[in-house]
T-cell receptor, first 113, second 115 residues
Framework: DAEITQSPRHKITETGRQVTLACHQTWNHNNMFWYRQDLGHGLRLIHYSYGVQDTNKGEVSDGYSVSRSNTEDLPLTLESAASSQTSVYFC????????????FGEGSRLTVL | AQSVSQHNHHVILSEAASLELGCNYSYGGTVNLFWYVQYPGQHLQLLLKYFSGDPLVKGIKGFEAEFIKSKFSFNLRKPSVQWSDTAEYFCAVNAPWAGSYQLTFGKGTKLSVIP
């Protein structure tokens, strides 16, 4: 079955360190997204991509970067982790269709000390 | 840009009670509307979606939602909730016809069902 997987599922890091969260999907979807989930804020869009070599900033992109070198993967990098980036991160993907339903990964819980 | 408002932050119901969760969106064009559910410790799963046709849509687990275009609303309903419906519910919108595939989410409504 096609799926979307995130790794690591849990990570603890220190302020100032670089962190990369991986996202891999086997749906062959063009569109991939990264969201963060925080209490009281719901899910907020960090970055998204509509295809290889395409990346776009979302609502809360400061301090994050992504790259899309193939269809399957959209890694999310925190260049210099900050305590404000402690959150649960969800990767999602979708087809470029009129419906545009998103399929979500299991999430990655990041704690920045 | 789209925005989504969910009116209730936390709803507490007894089993067998009826449920209605409010959702309003703001966008000037054609949108798709979704309700996602997140059970404790899990990822988001699609409950139901509306993109065209009958404005009353039925989803999994007995949930339904009605799209009222004039009110920019997409409220979620269930006639009789169960303890297993305890979860957080998110309304979301996107606008694929405008090339906008990313979902904009509301802040979520936490539902607690008391046995």
């Amino acid at each position: 079955d096609a799926e979307i997987t995130q790794s690591p599922r849990h990570k603890i890091t220190e302020t100032g360190r670089q962190v990369t969260l991986a996202c891999h999907q086997t749906w062959n979807h063009n569109n991939m997204f990264w969201y963060r989930q925080d209490l009281g804020h719901g899910l907020r869009l960090i970055h998204y991509s509509y295809g290889v070599q395409d990346t776009n900033k979302g609502e809360v992109s400061d301090g994050y970067s992504v790259s899309r070198s193939n269809t399957e993967d959209l890694p999310l990098t925190l260049e210099s982790a900050a305590s404000s980036q402690t959150s649960v991160y969800f990767c999602a993907s979708s087809e470029s269709s009129a419906v545009g339903e998103l399929f979500f990964g299991e999430g990655s819980r990041l704690t920045v000390l | 840009a789209q925005s989504v408002s969910q009116h209730n932050h936390h709803v507490i119901l007894s089993e067998a009670a009826s449920l209605e969760l409010g959702c309003n969106y703001s966008y000037g064009g054609t949108v798709n509307l979704f309700w996602y559910v997140q059970y404790p410790g899990q990822h988001l799963q699609l409950l139901l979606k509306y993109f065209s046709g009958d404005p009353l849509v039925k989803g999994i687990k007995g949930f339904e939602a009605e799209f009222i275009k004039s009110k920019f609303s997409f409220n979620l309903r269930k006639p009789s909730v169960q303890w297993s419906d305890t979860a957080e519910y998110f309304c979301a919108v996107n606008a694929p016809w405008a090339g906008s595939y990313q979902l904009t989410f509301g802040k979520g409504t936490k539902l607690s069902v008391i046995p």
